[in-house]
């Protein structure tokens, strides 16, 4: 044991390596979609792939920062950090920058910040800190209510900034708490809420409600034995159809013209050809263009540097939310799978190591890392691929910005260094 | 369980990814084409396309710039159409046309939104091409015509169809295509090589620099400069002397098979079918189907030769010792078979041997030899086989296989033709004894004529007749130099020329000799029947010519053919000896044979059957007498 804890390299190194790949193979990407005609410098600071590179190197120096801390340290000052990145979030109401709508960004002279990137480690720490608590019974309404607070802080705060994206990241703690052990019934009425909505706004409340009361009906009849009382039936699926019905006002009134555009696009909704071609020109045109890109890479892809579309900055935001249709231009249907196989092998890695802790702080936390990175991955690659409905986050270690880089490194390495100290007496 | 939840919809979502890529990826992808990447713009470097020159070095075809304004239908932007439809002087209705059409094309591709921009036009469009996005101009050569004769030798250019896209990938949409004559036969000579840039484009359609360094970019190769065989001042000469007329003349050089004319009438100014105005006038052309200038009669007037032909059966007749040339057959002014008449014939001296038997065209002589032929054998159908082989052994009856853009086979049936028709063994020689005179199933072409000429003067052989001369940096096809021979001996055509010959001296042709020229020719006239409201009528006669001059050696083979023109020597006969002097002698002596031809015109007789009244024809006719046509050039 003595000897164990006396070696040196105790990281996990398999994490380490797929996160430099991912790191080095975005960056190969970033220069693809940003650089414009010959390259002089890679560290050329007026380019973004010159300033990634930068970022890089920076986030180097913050990972041995946050390594050389000890470990105690995050989880003692977990509730500061919290504190810290939510005043942050406050203060953005301040001295805010408004780029694009949102007002998300500091500004210190040339350099931009974005603390809801750094939201992300530090809810999480407060996430560990608050579950792992002695105290406190995830099973029970008032922690749940707690913990629910926790997050809903900096999630309004994002959300009042006009970053609809960023806050929808914060649904990854359900993950977090259903491994902690919240009921099944919240899984349950997740999937139910999920499917009520899509079937709602996919075929209509007439239909959807006739689908629900035959499942009502279905579900009694299968479950003879333990059949629960009539009136809970009633209930249920009276309650199912009220949500059904509340789906269809929410779509209706209070989704803005263009989120409605992108959930009638997700669910092919919209059949007149006519306007079809009109949004491939306008709300569709980002992710017309990104299929296209990606489909355009065939098997093999057109090389690196090679990808006409990317080389024409054919797709808008390529370098930050769409940079996977650069590698699924550039380098085709294998560098794209490969990509997803990193980000796969990635977070079922953390998802191990996790299970693997002794101190249920240091489990949390890992979980709150990998349904981070897992929920980022899943909505931005599926949002390039056309899969699920446009949401701007970008893809963790990949996209270009600074912010977001360091925010996913600081969080990820927080956890490496956890878990290289999970053997150590707390 | 409760581990499981993430970890498994982590897997199924990675899962679900790799799908969605193969879908878009591999099983739905397109294979890539560099030219039909949207972010690629291609750049087309047009080659100047190779001068055509006469046999005399004199050029005839050159290029001239044109400037065409193209788009792409997607690329355009809202602009204000009224000042760019007044820039182009065309109308909004048109513009909107286009535009649609264009884009139901394909909405990515480029296509000619006006082509031929005069260069007052370019010079005031280029300073405002960039208000209008989506627009460009495209600098093209167009042919420049340096005559105005030989359209129908020279052809045309003109810009490529849908068809011809999908199957020559080469041409794209607005490239220019040889359309007839040697501009067609000789397209990829003339044409070369386009060359290609691959730029890159920004999503806002901004160049931003060469496809990969330029690596796939490929130079222009200038297209080559032809010689062709076609003498222009004899060839003007002839288009001259067919004003009025319709019908063809093509003349040989019989020790090379080279063409020195090839006129057709009525022809039309080559310049017409260059520029803004071709479709205009083409279109004007091609439904003139009445005088149908466009169809090139020196090629495709395909005929019974007529008389001409004779001299073919006297040929076989020696050849297969059917006949000596001292044999004589009487004519009682026609032939008679059975106490019946097959066959008419003129009034002449009689019996005649062959030597008169050609000079005076009988009809009956070579009936009589003609079914000896057949009759060889006791068997139609082996006779006719063997005719047909001689016959078609001259270059009749089937495609010359040249360097021509058109052309017609003619027709030489053989024993099949008759079993098909009459049934086997159903039929003999008394049947299609029109084929001794050249009527009946017999058919050809001008040219296939004109040829048949030059096989005789040459004494048995022919270079097929052919219109390149020299390619520059290339031989022509060893086809057109390799001598092909006739199944008839060398003896057996110094008679038969003798005869041709005495068609000039007291012969059917003996008012048209030209002095200090020994010609041989053969005189001809077709039964020309038409119909007209589904009845069939009879109209004048075609006056058919086919000689070679000079006897020995002989450096021209014509064939002259003139619709309505009655009989052989009136005009045809007339015109073929001015076309042999003209050749020979480099100036015309018979100026009373030129002035009749240049003052009779065969306008009137075209009329006729479009007229709606009843007419005359032949001899019942008087023939029109316009002015002297004006010369079209100082030099003539």
Redesign the interface.
């Known amino acids: 044991m003595l000897r164990e804890n006396q070696r040196r390299f105790k990281f996990d190194w398999l994490a380490i390596i797929l996160f430099l790949l991912l790191v080095g193979f975005g960056w190969v990407n970033i220069l693809s979609a940003s650089h ?2 010959e390259i002089d410098s890679y560290f050329d600071m007026s380019q973004p792939y010159g300033k990634q590179a930068v970022f890089i190197l920076l986030a180097f120096l913050l990972i041995a920062v946050v390594l050389s801390i000890e470990a105690k340290f995050y989880e003692r000052f977990s509730s500061i950090i919290y504190l810290l990145a939510v005043l942050a979030l406050v203060g953005l109401f301040l001295f805010g920058k408004n780029v694009n709508g949102a007002t998300s960004w500091y500004a210190f002279g040339g350099i931009t910040i974005q603390p809801s990137e750094f939201a992300k480690f530090a809810t999480s720490l407060a996430v560990a800190k608050y579950i792992s608590d002695m105290q406190t019974d995830i099973k029970t309404l008032k922690d749940q209510l707690r913990t629910l607070l926790i997050i809903i802080i900096p999630a309004a705060l994002i959300l009042l900034q006009n970053d609809a994206g960023s806050t929808i990241v914060y649904g990854a703690f359900f ?1 977090v708490f ?2 902690e ?1 919240l009921q099944q019934l919240y ?1 349950i009425a997740l999937v139910a809420i999920i499917l009520i909505s899509v079937l709602t706004l996919k075929f209509g409340l007439l239909i959807c409600g006739i689908l629900l009361l035959l499942i009502t009906i279905g579900v009694n009849l299968l479950l003879r034995k333990k059949r629960p009382p009539i009136y809970m039936s009633i209930l249920v699926l009276a309650l199912s159809i009220g949500f059904a019905f509340g789906v269809q006002f929410f779509y209706q009134s209070i989704l803005k013209p263009h989120q409605q555009d992108r959930i009638s696009i997700w669910l092919r909704l919209e059949k007149d050809p006519a306007k079809l071609e009109q949004m491939k020109k306008t709300i569709l045109y980002n992710l017309h ?1 990104s ?1 296209k890109a ?6 093999t892809g ?1 090389g690196f540097l ?1 990808g ?2 990317t ?4 797709v ?1 935001e390529q370098h930050t939310d769409y940079i996977f249709s650069t590698v ?1 231009e550039e380098w ?2 294998l560098g ?2 490969l990509v ?2 990193l ?2 092998l990635l ?2 890695r953390i ?1 191990f190591l996790a ?1 693997a802790q002794k101190s249920q702080f240091s489990r949390v936390y890992g ?1 709150c890392v ?2 981070i990175l ?1 929920v980022h ?2 909505i931005n ?2 949002m390039v ?1 056309g ?1 699920i409905p446009t949401v701007g986050i970008p893809l963790p270690f990949f996209s270009y910005g600074g912010s977001g880089l360091w925010g996913f490194t600081i969080l990820l390495f927080i956890f490496i260094k956890l878990d290289s100290n999970k053997i150590n007496e707390w | 369980m409760r581990k499981l939840l993430l970890l498994l919809t982590v897997l199924t979502v990675g899962l679900v990814f790799v799908a969605r890529l193969f879908y878009l990826q591999v099983y739905t992808s397109e294979s890539y084409n560099l030219f039909e990447d949207n972010a690629i713009r291609k750049v087309y470097d047009y080659p100047k396309r190779g001068y055509v020159y006469d046999r005399n070095g004199k050029l005839l075809v050159a290029n001239q710039p044109s400037y065409d304004v193209m788009f792409i239908p997607r690329e355009v932007k809202p602009l204000d159409t009224t000042e760019f439809c007044k820039l182009l002087n065309i109308t909004k209705e048109r513009f909107i046309e286009t535009y649609k059409k264009a884009y139901r094309y394909s909405p990515r591709l480029p296509s000619v939104f006006l082509s031929h921009l005069s260069k007052e036009d370019y010079a005031v469009l280029q300073e405002k091409m960039r208000k209008f996005e989506g627009f460009y101009i495209q600098k093209r050569s167009l042919r420049a015509y340096q005559t105005t004769i030989g359209a129908n030798v020279l052809g045309d250019i003109g810009e490529v169809n849908r068809t011809i896209i999908k199957n020559r990938p080469y041409y794209k949409m607005g490239d220019l295509i040889g359309k007839q004559g040697v501009e067609l036969s000789y397209e990829e000579i003339l044409r070369g090589v386009k060359g290609i840039k691959f730029i890159q484009k920004d999503r806002f359609n901004k160049d931003i620099g060469p496809y990969k360094n330029g690596s796939y970019d490929t130079l222009p190769q200038p297209g080559k400069d032809i010689k062709i065989t076609i003498d222009s001042e004899l060839q003007e000469y002839g288009e001259l002397l067919m004003t009025n007329k319709r019908g063809g003349i093509i003349a040989i050089e019989p020790s090379s098979g080279e063409i020195l004319t090839m006129v057709t009438g009525p022809s039309y100014n080559p310049n017409l079918l260059v520029g803004r105005n071709r479709s205009k006038n083409y279109t004007k052309l091609h439904y003139d189907t009445i005088a149908k200038p466009l169809f090139d009669r020196s090629l495709l007037a395909q005929y019974a030769p007529g008389s001409p032909f004779k001299v073919i059966n006297a040929l076989i007749g020696l050849q297969e010792e059917v006949v000596t040339t001292e044999e004589k057959f009487s004519c009682r002014m026609g032939y008679y078979y059975g106490g019946r008449k097959l066959t008419g014939c003129h009034h002449h001296k009689s019996p005649v041997n062959m030597n008169s038997g050609i000079a005076q065209s009988c009809n009956a002589y070579f009936v009589n030899v003609y079914r000896r032929i057949v009759d060889k054998y006791n068997d139609a159908e082996k006779g006719m086989n063997i005719w047909s082989k001689h016959a078609k052994s001259f270059g009749l009856g089937n495609f010359l296989n040249n360097d021509l853009s058109v052309g017609r086979p003619g027709r030489i049936p053989d024993g099949d033709y008759y079993n098909k028709a009459y049934g086997k063994n159903r039929w003999g020689s008394t049947y299609i004894v029109s084929n001794a005179i050249g009527q009946g199933e017999v058919e050809a072409t001008p040219i296939q004529l004109a040829n048949m000429a030059a096989a005789i003067g040459n004494r048995g052989f022919y270079y097929t007749p052919h219109i390149i001369k020299s390619i520059e940096g290339e031989t022509i096809d060893p086809n057109f130099t390799t001598p092909k021979y006739t199944t008839i001996d060398k003896k057996h055509f110094d008679p038969i020329i003798d005869g041709m010959f005495d068609v000039y001296n007291d012969g059917t042709a003996s008012t048209l000799r030209i002095p200090g020229i020994e010609i041989c020719g053969k005189t001809g006239t077709a039964e020309n029947f038409v119909k007209i409201d589904s009845v069939k009528t009879q109209l004048t006669d075609h006056s058919i010519f086919v000689a070679f001059a000079p006897k020995d050696n002989p450096k021209i083979a014509i064939a002259v053919f003139v619709e309505n023109g009655y009989w052989g020597s009136r005009f045809a006969g007339r015109m073929a000896s001015l076309m042999i002097e003209k050749y020979l002698k480099g100036h015309i002596t018979r100026t009373d044979m030129e002035n009749w031809i240049l003052t009779h015109s065969l306008e009137n007789e075209y009329a006729k059957p479009y007229s709606g009244a009843p007419f005359k024809i032949n001899g019942e006719t008087t023939l029109q007498v316009v002015d002297n046509v004006k010369r079209k050039s100082k030099t003539l």
Request: proline residues 2%.
């Open positions: 414009i005609g993950f259903y491994r052990g899984l263009e299929e990606i489909s355009s890479g065939r098997f057109k090679e006409t579309r080389t024409g900055k054919f808008p699924g085709g249907f794209s799978s997803v196989i980000f796969v977070i079922v998802l299970e979980y990998a349904s897992f991955f899943m690659v599926g691929m899969l």
